[in-house]
C-alpha cells in the first residue's frame, strides 16, 4: 500500500521541515537546501525516507515547487504520523 499526495516546497530554510495542511490536504515542506542542481529534491527525499521510514518518490514536479510525492505506506500511518509531526512542531 502506498501513499500519493501532493505538497509545496519551500527552500532555503533556516531548518528542514514538514507540516500538512488538513484544509488544502497539503503537504508544505520547508528545504533548507536551494533548488539548483536537484538538491533540494534529494534532501526532501533522504529526510522524509529516514522520518517515514519508508520508499519515498517524487512522483511529478521535479523541477517545480508544487509536486507529488509517493510514500510507500498505507495512508492512515502516514496521516498520523504527519498529525503527530504537525502537533509537535518539530522540525524532522
Avoid: C, H, W
Avoid at 505538497?7 to 490536504?25: D, M
Amino acid at each position: 500500500m502506498e501513499t500519493v499526495i501532493n505538497a509545496k516546497i519551500l527552500t532555503g530554510k533556516r531548518k528542514f521541515s514538514v507540516a500538512f495542511n488538513k484544509e488544502k490536504n497539503l503537504l508544505i515542506v520547508e528545504s533548507t537546501e536551494k533548488p539548483e542542481n536537484n538538491k533540494a529534491n534529494k534532501e526532501i527525499l533522504k529526510k522524509m525516507k529516514k522520518y517515514f521510514k519508508a520508499d519515498i518518490e517524487i512522483v511529478s514536479g521535479l523541477k517545480s515547487k508544487e509536486k507529488t510525492i509517493r510514500i510507500a505506506l498505507p495512508e492512515n500511518e502516514v496521516m498520523e504520523k504527519l498529525e503527530t509531526q504537525t502537533n509537535s512542531a518539530k522540525p524532522l
